[in-house]
């Protein structure tokens, strides 16, 4: 061997040595890297890894890191409830606290245009899967922190549900492809959502946004736990976004806005197994009027697991039948969306709840005219009056009409059943002399006066010839057709309760605006009266009732109840 094969040669004893340095690292065992895809079949202290993510989040400066951080806690918080059920407790609070951290700080920043794609936050990824939604939400969603909207005084109490996730505002502009479009608020579409992490097969982390209706639950390891939920943040966020205020008011005195958005409106998908509740506001009022009532239907499980609620708008300028004969046609065209085979069973049970003028046209959708307004109006019999097919169809569906088919109860709230001193007053002469109401209905009338005023009553006759009704005046207890109509009352089979203001120390019993004895009808199931003003839809004893009326079981349309005053109170 000659000397540079000699000095290229590696002596026996460093191969050896060599060798077992290579046996050795490859042997050793390698601590886990903290990242939220390490392998799950490692034996990893996932808790320790939650608690040291969450404290690496709150020290960061760059929001990426912080954000990725954040992911990472709640990963590691999932698989500690999923491996280990001993350690839940602990387990479930980091995950809750990072998720909510993660959810808060992203949404926060962009809570518009979100589809399912895939978020980066430093150099991890996760998939942003929007699972199923309401058939009302389209397009690009709107993701907003439940806890981040105001909820009005009005409202009362914010009503949650506890559980695990975060709990969001998701809304979307209102559709316009197909019909069902028009029975969503202009304002747009609002639901609750639940924001919540999981990990998938491949061990890679996923943030849901989930319908929390439709999937009330999820599953983690062997446990079963409730989506949280905000059932007001998502009202609240409507109500918030909502111009009826001000357009209810400018309607009164003759704005025209309002009537171009009348119609019913639905503030959840139809379900057609659950029991409209359709409310109807008062005048110069709005559904606006309803939050504390809707806020509470909506809070309680058990009542928002048997209602829906629909709200009606309409002008409140027009006399008190054209106005019962548009909510009639409002439900019409709702119930010929929603449901035009008439099948459903939302159809058989419908509840009707009123507030002031509200509660007058409550009542006359309850129940049946015969020929008693069309005799108090005119002279002769309809086929004797000369009017066009068109005039004479709509002046029935005025004054002939019968109770609303599938209508079980009706609630009224301060309803001036017996009109209203108020309208009599100076500022209801100069309400009549504001108000100029217009629609086909009342151009129908004034033609009819004109074209045949020996059929008309005398003294309705240059009334009807220059449309000189309003809501204020039909409300004037001398008003022949609208003092005619008091005694009509809901027909046999539909529950009906009143519900009444008395102000300590008026001169006359009432709520300032409305007597008793106009807002306490005969044959009610129950009277309520307490000691309020014209406003009882923010009277907590009377939301109170209406919520104890509404739990009571479904009613035997065959067999109502009267026990009228039973529930009277000084």
């Not at 998701?170 to 579409?189: F, H, I, M, T």
């Not at 099948?343 to 309850?366: C, E, K, T, W």
């Amino acid at each position: 061997m000659s000397g540079a094969m000699r000095a290229q040669a590696m002596p026996w004893q460093a191969v050896v040595m060599v060798c077992m340095v290579l046996l050795l690292v490859a042997c050793a065992p390698v601590k886990p890297s903290p990242s939220v895809s390490a392998p799950q079949h490692e034996a990893v202290d996932w808790l320790a890894q939650a608690r040291s993510w969450a404290t690496d989040a709150s020290h960061q400066k760059r929001p990426e890191f912080a954000q990725r951080a954040w992911l990472r806690c709640a990963a590691a918080g999932y698989r500690a409830l999923a491996n280990d059920a001993g350690q839940a407790r602990e387990a479930l609070h980091w995950y809750s606290l990072c998720t909510t951290r993660l959810v808060d700080d992203v949404f926060d920043r962009d809570a518009d245009g979100w589809t399912s794609r895939n978020l980066s936050f430093g150099d991890d990824t996760i998939s942003l899967v929007i699972d199923a939604m309401p058939a009302s939400l389209h397009g690009p969603l709107q993701l907003v922190p439940a806890d981040s909207v105001t909820i009005p005084e009005s409202f009362g109490v914010r009503h949650t549900v506890p559980g695990v996730g975060v709990p969001l505002v998701v809304a979307a502009q209102r559709c316009s492809d197909k019909p069902l479009c028009k029975l969503y608020p202009p304002e747009g579409v609002s639901r609750a959502a639940t924001a919540w992490i999981d990990v998938d097969a491949q061990d890679r982390p996923r943030l849901h946004i989930t319908d929390p209706e439709h999937a009330p639950d999820i599953v983690i390891g062997s446990t079963t736990y409730p989506l949280a939920r905000d059932t007001t943040a998502p009202y609240a966020y409507l109500f918030d976004q909502s111009k009826l205020k001000r357009l209810a008011v400018w309607n009164l005195i003759g704005g025209k806005e309002i009537g171009l958005r009348q119609g019913l409106y639905l503030l959840e998908d139809y379900d057609p197994h659950k029991t409209p509740i359709v409310m109807i506001h008062g005048l110069g009022a709005s559904p606006l009027i309803w939050g504390k009532l809707t806020n509470r239907v909506l809070g309680t499980p058990e009542l928002h697991a048997r209602y829906q609620i629909w709200h009606v708008v309409y002008q409140t300028d027009a006399p008190l039948l054209v106005s019962r004969l548009r909510v009639q046609q409002f439900l019409d065209q709702g119930w010929k969306l929603l449901d035009p085979s008439g099948a459903d069973p939302a159809r058989q049970q419908m509840v009707l709840v009123g507030h002031s003028m509200g509660g007058v046209i409550a009542r006359l959708l309850s129940a049946d005219s015969g020929d008693l307004l069309w005799r108090t109006a005119f002279t002769v019999s309809p086929e004797k009056i000369k009017a066009s097919a068109d005039d004479l169809d709509m002046l029935k569906r005025l004054f002939f009409f019968h109770p609303y088919p599938g209508v079980t109860q009706a609630i009224f709230l301060a309803a001036p059943h017996l009109g209203s001193p108020v309208s009599q007053r100076l500022l209801g002469r100069i309400a009549v002399l504001v108000l100029n109401p217009h629609g086909p209905e009342l151009d129908a009338l004034r033609r009819i006066a004109k074209n045949d005023p020996t059929a008309v009553q005398s003294n309705l006759l240059a009334v009807y010839q220059s449309a000189g009704l309003s809501s204020v005046s039909t409300m004037r207890d001398n008003q022949p057709v609208s003092h005619a109509s008091q005694s009509l009352m809901p027909a046999p089979g539909i529950r009906y309760y009143t519900i009444a203001g008395d102000l300590p120390g008026a001169s006359v019993r009432g709520d300032g605006i409305v007597p008793l004895s106009s807002a306490v009808i005969p044959g009610a199931v129950s009277t309520t009266i307490v000691a309020w003003g014209h406003k009882l839809y923010n009277n907590p004893e009377a939301i109170d009732k209406v919520i104890g009326i509404l739990n009571e079981k479904p009613v035997d349309r065959e067999n109502p109840p009267r026990d009228a005053l039973s529930q009277q109170k000084p």
